[in-house]
């Protein structure tokens, strides 16, 4: 249990010293995938 209570000191110790500002941005929230399609799929 100490060792669950520590963790649990170390977290919100954490979530209450969030950086301020953009820390990432993403480019694109989807992704393009490409499916072969072959000639004979119908066999």
Same mark, same amino acid.
């Given at each position: 249990m100490d060792i669950?209570? *520590?963790i649990e000191t170390k977290?919100?110790?954490v979530r209450?010293?969030? !950086?301020? *500002?953009?820390?990432m941005d993403i480019a694109d929230?989807?992704?393009d995938i490409e499916l !072969?399609?072959?000639a004979n799929s119908g066999k």
């Open positions: 669950l209570h *520590g977290v919100l110790a209450e010293s969030q !950086p301020v *500002g953009v820390v929230t989807a992704t !072969p399609m072959h």
